[in-house]
């Protein structure tokens, strides 16, 4: 690394720190503002700080009409690749997505929806999904994007906290070899909410047409046809945008607010600073609209930023093969890339010498990113071996709505360390505390926190529930917002992120980090993927348990490995970490989006009740668990 790139980045964050109101006052030159703020940031309220109040502006004219009127009219904004649906691509330039969603926002506007509003939409990763957030932002409408195939009651929960006005739906979403009806579990939603839409606009697909409702339902392209095209109503910039429903400790979602103009100010700054992308480059983020990564990085940072951003409604194995992600980057000519690390074990496990990736020509990817949950060194080195680019993992939430810490690669990069996301995003006053709210020494574990105000981009608040947003987040570390992750900066301001504040294990006094354990068992040869918890233990309190998923072929027996890996544990970590139970199992329990369950699985192991969580991909695996963990003496067979 030069000592320009360290200049240039400890220059920027250092003037974020100093003086964040001239710092993102300078920032938000760059988005189009019907009205300028009069204050950067409104210290009135704490905690509840908000940026550019008095600011006007339109979200969905920054993200596709100011680039229509300034030279990017006829270039590509949206590539829909679907290799669900036998490999359909559909393009579209801004002019017409311009278009497409103005006609939109005529539809909804047709219909009684207005500035204020709740729209919900429950929709697969189809294009229609986009232009329905961004028809909301045209018109001031808040959305709430809630993940296509979600289960009833929980989409019911969310119907009654949001109140939408309109649903906007699809006949049925796809997913490998299968079709997921969407109408009956939207109907039965609708029956257990008290609160009822007036509306429901669907989008019927081929793969699965459904019945419409007479007085409620309403053919999106029938509506299309007839409707007329609707201008950007301008909002404040403290307005919300939308509301994304995060899983809270209770099980009751919390409904994290993000507002229009922090939110677009931090975005699209992110984009050039962060991921190094220009103005014209294809950019892509594999996930789904139904989170936060979506919302951010599929849809409005890149086209805030006159990036093409690709929507694809695929896996990244199985569609057909673990060549899918690198047929994507090959085509579309992918710039930059950004997924989760669940993802690339996918590959690693399909593929592990990386055979199918020879296929394709990859001379225009330039980085890949990784987040969501911790990127384990073995995964990163896979991937800078078998792809030859930078692999950069960065650590947000969906809190936060874009990095806390991140190698930020257009400020110029630091060499990465293996297992940390490099040092804290401008903006971000990132510190690792004790209980007592004091600061710990670099390289000692505590909970990493945020010194407030948040900087823009971030959660002012969730939706009509200020004392829970205090009580959830501010109320623990005083005066900072707390992340509920553990970690540690070491002594070169790299930021460690290790595990959960509750996944940090005390085994007879001694604090332990699983991701520390995890980082050891994923070195294994036979090893493609891996999470540990702790059990309850009467003896040490708890004691670490491995579940180690094994590479496509590998025909070792299964004790012998595990054998292997308890030594590596006790070599690498210590006797003290009493690593002496691990189980092979087929697959890990995970989110929709990737993430282990480790307090899921952590429940069962100690025979407690818990609660199914929503965001689950496939219940039955919990079931696999708990057999794994009864032939090591827990979960239902615990005394």
């Not at 969310?158 to 049925?172: F, L, M, Y």
């Not at 073995?378 to 692999?391: N, Q």
């Not at 025909?555 to 690593?579: K, L, S, Y």
């Amino acid at each position: 690394m030069s000592a320009d790139n360290e200049k240039n980045y400890t220059d920027i964050y250092s003037k974020s720190m100093e003086d964040p109101e001239g710092f993102w006052g300078e920032v938000a030159e760059d988005i189009h503002w019907e009205k300028k703020w009069d204050t950067v940031l409104d210290r009135s309220n704490p905690p509840f700080y908000r940026w550019f109040a008095g600011g006007e502006l339109n979200t969905c004219y920054n993200a596709l009409d100011r680039h229509v009127e300034n030279g990017r009219a006829d270039q590509l904004a949206l590539i829909y690749d679907s290799p669900v649906t036998s490999g359909t691509v559909k393009k579209y330039t801004y002019r017409e997505l311009r278009d497409e969603v103005a006609t939109f926002a005529g539809v909804l506007a047709a219909n009684g929806v207005a500035k204020g509003d709740r729209v919900i939409i429950y929709m697969p990763m189809v294009p229609e999904a986009v232009v329905a957030m961004l028809a909301c932002a045209r018109l001031g409408v808040i959305h709430s994007v809630v993940f296509g195939g979600f289960a009833s009651n929980e989409l019911a929960v969310r119907i009654d906290d949001a109140k939408p006005k309109i649903i906007v739906t699809a006949s049925c979403g796809i997913e490998v070899g299968r079709v997921i009806p969407y109408m009956p579990l939207l109907n039965d939603a609708i029956d257990i909410a008290e609160a009822k839409p007036e509306s429901v606009v669907v989008l019927q697909r081929e793969q699965e047409m459904t019945e419409l409702q007479d007085g409620r339902d309403i053919d999106w392209a029938k509506a299309m046809a007839t409707a007329e095209p609707h201008d950007c109503v301008t909002v404040a910039a403290t307005d919300p945008l939308y509301i994304l429903y995060t899983s809270g400790t209770t099980g009751v979602p919390k409904g994290v607010v993000r507002d229009n103009g922090g939110h677009a100010v931090a975005l699209n700054w992110s984009m050039k600073a962060i991921y190094n992308v220009e103005p014209g480059d294809v950019y892509w983020a594999a996930s789904d609209v139904g989170w936060v990564v979506g919302h951010s990085y599929i849809v409005y940072a890149p086209l805030f930023s006159g990036c093409t951003t690709i929507f694809y409604e695929g896996k990244p194995v199985g569609t057909p093969d673990a060549g899918a992600f690198w047929r994507v980057i090959s085509e579309h000519e992918v710039k930059v890339m950004f997924t989760a690390p669940t993802a690339f074990r996918a590959i690693k496990k399909e593929d592990p010498d990386g055979l199918l990736l020879k296929k394709y020509d990859m001379s225009k990817f330039d980085i890949l990113f990784l987040a969501g949950e911790r990127t384990d060194p073995d995964t990163l080195h896979w991937a800078e071996e078998k792809i030859g680019v930078p692999v950069i993992d960065h650590w947000w939430q969906t809190e936060t709505g874009w990095s806390i810490a991140a190698n930020c690669m257009g400020l110029g990069p630091f060499p990465v360390k293996a297992g940390s996301p490099t040092k804290p995003a401008p903006g971000w006053d990132l510190q690792v505390l004790d209980d007592a709210n004091q600061q710990v020494k670099a390289g000692e574990i505590g909970a990493l926190s945020c010194k407030l105000p948040l900087p823009p981009g971030s959660l002012p608040t969730l939706w009509n529930a200020d004392d829970r947003f205090v009580e959830s987040y501010l109320e623990e570390y005083p005066g900072y917002y707390k992340t509920a992750d553990a970690g540690f900066i070491d002594e070169d301001g790299y930021v460690f992120v290790m595990a959960r504040t509750d996944d940090i294990i005390n085994v007879a006094g001694h604090r332990l980090s699983t991701g520390g354990m995890e980082e050891v068992l994923a070195n294994h040869q036979n090893v493609a993927e891996c999470a540990v918890i702790g059990v309850d233990d009467q003896l040490k309190g708890q004691l670490p348990v491995g579940f180690l998923v094994l590479k496509a072929g590998v025909e070792r027996d299964d004790a012998d490995i595990v054998g292997e890996v308890v030594q590596m544990v006790r070599d690498q970590i210590g006797p003290v970490a009493a690593f002496k139970q691990a189980t092979i199992v087929e697959r890990l329990p995970k989110t929709r989006s990737g993430k282990i369950l480790r307090g899921t699985m952590q429940s069962i192991a100690d025979n407690k009740e818990y609660r199914m969580p929503a965001t689950i991909d496939d219940p039955a695996i919990l079931d696999e668990i708990e057999m794994a963990l009864e032939g090591l003496g827990l979960a239902g067979k615990r005394n």
